[in-house]
């Protein structure tokens, strides 16, 4: 399929969450809104005008469309098919860090609307997304109908994509784990993570779809925050012996979230002594 254009008139529906994901869009006149559909009520995502690309995450990936599209008012599209993307990714060094970079600033923008409306549940569509485009990435991660990348390093691209804390990352990923989308397995130097490249997103999606209820409650549990003196009463004991556990190792180091301009501050004042100044 060569590319080509195509003509959509206002609120005229491009393509529907769900549906085969096999080309990509470029729009080169009109706007069009990137939706999904949540509790019967229509959530726009994005908003795209002349230049703006979607479509792409799909595309290359191969898997279905993970929301809707819609144009806005008349509106023409250049139409890029899979293959024709494959080949500009391999041939192509510019326009390849333009299409990954759109991609990545996608499942960013779509991730942290997720997470802030959604309950936290969605941070594990973003994931899924993002592991199978850093297997696309590094082709030999991948073997026969699996892709196996280590869990460290991918962690911490996914956090710096994304815009979370590696903590809360190492989260959505045991999360992913218990509902059998991945494996998290020790290696010999480092762990690592493995899935089914075909099939990690749409099957994150469904679960997403069908048990958002259910899980929805555990995943907002482990994203919520609370100081240390509610948390102190909330157990019964005292806020030394909270900070004690932890000082200690008793407690890990992802049960608490640091405000990072604040310990600066402190630390700029006060030195970097493990003692403190009498």
């Known amino acids: ?38 509790r019967d009520k229509r959530i726009v995502l994005e908003s795209l005008s002349e230049g703006g690309c979607f479509g792409e995450m799909s595309a290359i990936a191969g898997d279905v469309r993970s929301a809707s599209a819609m ?23 510019p326009i390849a860090r333009a299409v990954v970079h759109s991609l990545i600033e996608r499942v960013k923008r779509l991730t942290q609307k997720n997470v ?17 485009l850093f297997g696309k990435l590094n082709p030999k991660s ?12 991918t962690v ?40 089914r490249h075909a099939e990690i997103a749409q099957n994150t999606a469904s679960i997403v779809r069908t048990l958002e209820g259910t899980i929805g409650g555990r995943m907002k549990a482990e994203f919520e925050l609370i100081e240390i003196e509610p948390l102190a009463a ?22 608490f979230l640091i405000r990072k301009s604040a310990a600066e501050a402190y630390f700029q004042e006060h030195g970097k002594s493990t003692v403190p100044s009498s």
């Open 234 to 255: 909330l157990l019964g004991v005292d806020r030394s012996t909270i900070l004690q556990r932890l000082a200690s190792g008793e407690l890990p180091d992802d049960v």
């Open 71 to 93: 144009a806005k008012g008349s509106t023409e599209l250049y139409v890029v098919d899979n293959s024709t993307l494959q080949q500009l990714l391999r041939q192509s060094e």
């Open 142 to 153: 991948v073997q026969g109908e699996q892709t196996q990348l280590p869990y460290e390093r």
């Open 156 to 195: 911490e691209g996914i956090a710096s994509i994304i815009g979370m804390l590696p903590a809360r990352v190492r989260v959505v990923t045991r999360r992913m784990q218990d509902l059998n989308l991945l494996t998290i397995f020790a290696g010999g130097r480092e762990s690592g993570i493995r899935f």
């Open 1 to 38: 399929m060569k590319p080509q254009t195509r003509s959509f008139s206002g609120d005229q529906i491009i393509f529907n969450q769900g549906d085969p994901g096999d080309v990509a869009y470029v729009i080169l006149r009109g706007a069009v809104d990137i939706f999904t559909v949540a």
């Open 116 to 132: 802030d409306e959604t309950l936290g549940i969605d941070p594990m569509i973003g994931v899924a997304n993002l592991l199978i």
